[in-house]
């Protein structure tokens, strides 16, 4: 607490507006603190030791040092799907319980998901290049696949990788997926077929990502799977950018082995202006933009408010990474 009020603690480089959660925060009666990079180290000694609750975005590192420093924290709501920027061991060692909320963007992400596939199957990006130079030419693209006749592979079969299949199937394409942690009943679901790692890279003509950056996923695509694919592969990436080693990425592309690529997500966003992928013709990149929507916003914003104050209240709280904190409670 400070002065005698719960206080949340708000770690954000990326909005600007936060009158959403001060809103919901002000109804049950807790003070907000906002904090951005360049005022960290000013406003750290000041908040560190009496929030109650700390609301990590995405972009902003939530480590052990930090978090050791949590004296009064209950909770650390992540304001995202991902939470590879909170240091979840650190927290249950410290008695913070960790949350984050996993469903708030399913549709927006399978869809953005969706139009990547299908801007490098058909391949909108040097079309749209080619008319821009003075071009006309319907045929200097080709190969190109009738849509349906392309095996898409899914790694990871969850929510939103779910929300993917269930909106590539009206296409008639043929879907195939890798999760050795969902049942055979829940593929089936879907019209899913279930394959191993091997044999989704051997079958997919495109490739879908949909795994969150763990240890046993980071560089999980690198130059040795990448030519495991069929000669023209594209890939998609709509998870996170450490999935992928880029540098093997550009290799198999500059090789001719990879058609191309769409990426929301990079290991370094924002990129540097010399990333060699932003300067290929070959990969197009959005600004890890697929969970936008002004409905997202909202219902993204009020949930994270929601977990911080469940959190410091003692109520349950939804998606907990880290539940054996709870049971010690």
């Not at 925060?25 to 560190?48: C, I, L, M, N, W």
């Not at 003509?205 to 495991?228: A, C, F, G, M, Q």
């Not at 060699?276 to 013709?281: E, G, M, Q, R």
Request: proline share 5%; glycine share 6%.
């Amino acid at each position: 607490m400070k002065d005698g009020k719960h206080l949340v603690w708000i770690l954000d480089d990326e909005w600007t507006d936060h009158s959403i959660e001060k809103e919901i925060y002000a109804e049950h009666g807790f003070e907000v603190k906002v904090t951005r990079s360049e005022a960290f180290q000013e406003d750290f000694p000041h908040y560190a030791p009496y929030a109650d609750a700390v609301v990590a975005q995405v972009g902003f590192q939530c480590t052990e040092e930090i978090i050791n420093q949590l004296d009064s924290c209950q909770i650390i709501s992540a304001s995202a799907v991902g939470f590879n920027h909170i240091d979840v061991e650190a927290a249950t060692r410290k008695g913070i319980i960790v949350s984050h909320v996993p469903e708030y963007c399913s549709e927006e992400v399978s869809d953005h998901a969706v139009t990547h596939i299908l801007t490098l199957a058909r391949r909108f990006p040097a079309y749209n290049a080619q008319v821009k130079r003075g071009e006309w030419d319907p045929m200097d693209t080709l190969p190109i696949k009738r849509f349906c006749k392309n095996t898409v592979g899914l790694l990871g079969f969850g929510r939103i990788a779910r929300k993917t299949a269930q909106k590539l199937n009206g296409f008639g394409v043929r879907l195939i997926a890798c999760d050795p942690n969902v049942s055979q009943d829940v593929f089936q679901e879907y019209s899913v077929e279930a394959v191993s790692f091997e044999e989704l890279l051997r079958q997919s003509d495109i490739l879908t990502l949909h795994v969150p950056l763990k240890e046993d996923t980071r560089n999980i695509i690198s130059y040795d799977e990448l030519k495991k694919l069929p000669q023209g592969a594209f890939i998609v990436n709509t998870s996170r950018g450490g999935v992928i080693n880029e540098e093997d990425l550009y290799r198999a592309i500059n090789e001719g082995h990879i058609g191309g690529a769409g990426l929301d997500v990079l290991l370094n966003e924002p990129p540097h202006a010399d990333d060699p992928l932003l300067n290929s013709d070959k990969v197009y990149v959005t600004p890890h933009s697929a969970y936008i929507s002004e409905e997202a916003i909202v219902e993204l914003k009020t949930k994270t408010s929601l977990n911080a104050i469940n959190g410091v209240k003692g109520n349950p709280v939804p998606n907990t990474l880290n539940p054996q904190v709870l049971a010690k409670a």
